[in-house]
């Protein structure tokens, strides 16, 4: 029912158009098929070894490669110019029940209401406002089911728009006007100023019966050469890097007659300019930092590989180790300096990656300890000044939680001080009563990431103490409030194998929900880790892998 749904519109670009098959064969085929930068969305005609959608997308995996597509630089040679219309807070401002209408119709949906609980539409509906503590208005943003849930209603709005524009307007689609629309952004191409002026006002009136609105603020008009700001900042950035970022190898002839040519890895480059530069192309282009950050760094990661590749193919000696090592640096304090404008999830995790990379590509190649701790000491550094400036919030506590364990990466004489990653966490000493104390409860993820990190280390006794005592509260509070608490469930099982945690505080939660030692014992013995991969069973480039093949839009 949803491939149906999703895929009744003209105009939609990015849109479910059957399940996942996920197959993975090694053979000819498979190796010219497979997709060389794995995404994790599947679509036609590739293949993949890690997938982390449950449908196959159908066409573009991301705007930018429409705006580099035939397709577009078709409608440019067929229309004088094009503007680009935004839904105003799409996710935040969908009205649940709108989902119902655009499938059964409104009148029809309102006219008989407890019929329609039990169709496609109301079943919908009925989960989305579940998942959102039973409200109607906004639907959880981030899942992959939320964004088919938007695309489905606006798909709806996608026909009636066509529809109108046929009936009141006389204006044909890919005649007068021809429309794209990318997830809640709507692309489109005209040549009279009158075709859209009228768009615009019947996509309002229509978007406005489904509770939604147009983000005037956004909305960008662009004549021929129609490019837009971000398109050209990406080119630009796209020409910087590849001009200051590049790795190879230098063949000399060695010392005395007859020497061997000698293979020297070089890579000459300035973080300073490149971060001056790259704030000039910003600054030029009009465009935001988190605009360009998963293209930087979609970049930046591939320069790490190069530069990884280049250095294995010289003669490795330690003149190719020490530049290899201030490039992997120079290259990171530029990532830094980017990250620090935009610390979101999805670039936090990127980040770990090229760390991580870097980390594990020195230890795995028997580096000295001098060129070992040149990185590692600033890694260190520059995690401990972000964590320092992007303190947690009641709303934001997921967004650096990556980079602590990253950090756990580099051995202990790294290790943060127990006050830094209180302070982070917004945990306070109370020297009256000798304990920490936080005003809120932590969250799951803060809870198992804390852990995690801090293991049975003695110096954090104290903090793992507190976060011992935080979770029985937590269970009790639930318990009380709200039982049926899927949070409650998943940090339980997960406190309860947690290697690191006293047996005295894992007995405490089993009386909590009423499990006696026994009981408590018979379901530690089910799974030795539930939502958390504790200790040696975690693999951080695996996860990390793994965490970036979730990116479905």
Not at 35 to 55: A, L, N
Not at 365 to 389: P, Q, R, T
Request: proline share 2%.
């Amino acid at each position: 029912m949803i491939t149906y749904y999703a895929s009744r519109s003209t105009f939609s670009i990015r849109h479910p158009v059957s399940v996942s098959r996920f197959a993975f064969f090694k053979d000819k085929l498979h190796a010219q098929n497979l997709e060389t930068v794995p995404m994790g969305v599947e679509e036609e005609d590739r293949e993949y070894e890690q997938i982390g959608s449950y449908f196959v997308y159908r066409k573009y995996r991301n705007i930018h490669r429409f705006f580099e597509s035939y397709k577009y630089h078709r409608c440019e040679k067929k229309y004088d110019a094009m503007v680009q219309i935004d839904v105003s807070k799409c996710f935040d401002s969908i009205y649940t029940h709108s989902l119902p209408w655009a499938v059964m119709g409104k009148s029809q949906t309102k006219f008989n209401l407890e019929a329609s609980k039990t169709t496609f539409g109301g079943r919908f509906d009925a989960v989305m406002q579940q998942l959102n503590q039973n409200e109607t208005n906004g639907i959880v943003i981030g899942p992959e089911f939320s964004r088919i849930f938007a695309e489905i209603i606006l798909q709806s709005a996608d026909m009636e728009l066509e529809r109108a524009l046929a009936q009141r307007a006389k204006l044909k689609h890919k005649v007068d006007y021809e429309i794209f629309r990318y997830v809640d952004d709507y692309f489109v191409f005209y040549n009279e100023q009158s075709t859209e002026l009228r768009i615009i006002e019947e996509l309002q009136d229509i978007l406005k019966s489904k509770k939604l609105s147009i983000n005037s603020a956004k909305v960008k008009s662009y004549p021929k050469p129609i490019i837009t700001e971000i398109t050209i900042a990406k080119e630009r950035i796209s020409t910087l890097m590849n001009s200051q970022i590049e790795p190879g190898i230098e063949e000399k002839a060695g010392n005395g007659a007859g020497s061997d040519i000698v293979k020297q890895f070089r890579c000459d480059l300035n973080s300073n300019r490149l971060i001056v530069r790259y704030k000039t192309i910003i600054k030029e282009s009009n465009v935001e930092y988190g605009d360009l950050l998963n293209y930087t760094f979609a970049i930046s990661e591939n320069k790490i590989d190069l530069i990884i590749k280049s250095y294995l193919s010289s003669d490795a000696v330690d003149a190719d180790r020490r530049r290899m090592v201030k490039a992997v640096m120079s290259l990171l304090e530029f990532t830094f300096f980017a990250y620090s404008a935009s610390p979101k999830v999805n670039h936090t995790i990127r980040m770990c990656r090229m760390i991580a990379t870097s980390v594990d590509f020195l230890v795995e190649k028997g580096f000295s300890h001098e060129l070992k701790h040149l990185l590692f000491k600033f890694v260190h550094d520059n995690v401990l000044e972000m964590l320092a400036k992007n303190k947690m919030s009641a709303h934001r506590e997921v967004e650096s939680l990556y980079l602590l364990i990253v950090l756990s990466r580099i051995g202990r004489e790294y290790r943060l001080p127990e006050e830094t990653i209180a302070k982070h966490f917004l945990i306070a000493w109370d020297a009256q009563a000798g304990a920490y104390r936080r005003e809120e409860f932590l969250n799951h993820f803060s809870i198992t990431v804390l852990l995690s990190y801090i293991k049975r280390k003695v110096r954090y006794d104290k903090l793992r103490t507190f976060i011992e005592s935080q979770v029985l509260a937590k269970l009790e509070f639930v318990k009380i409030h709200c039982p049926n608490d899927a949070e409650a469930l998943m940090l339980f099982l997960d406190f309860i194998v947690c290697p690191y945690v006293d047996p005295a505080a894992q007995l405490s939660a089993g009386a909590i929900f009423g499990l006696d030692a026994a009981q408590l014992a018979e379901v530690q013995s089910v799974n030795d880790h539930w939502f958390t991969a504790w200790g040696d069973k975690f693999d951080l480039t695996k996860e990390l892998d793994a965490k970036r093949s979730r990116e479905v839009y």
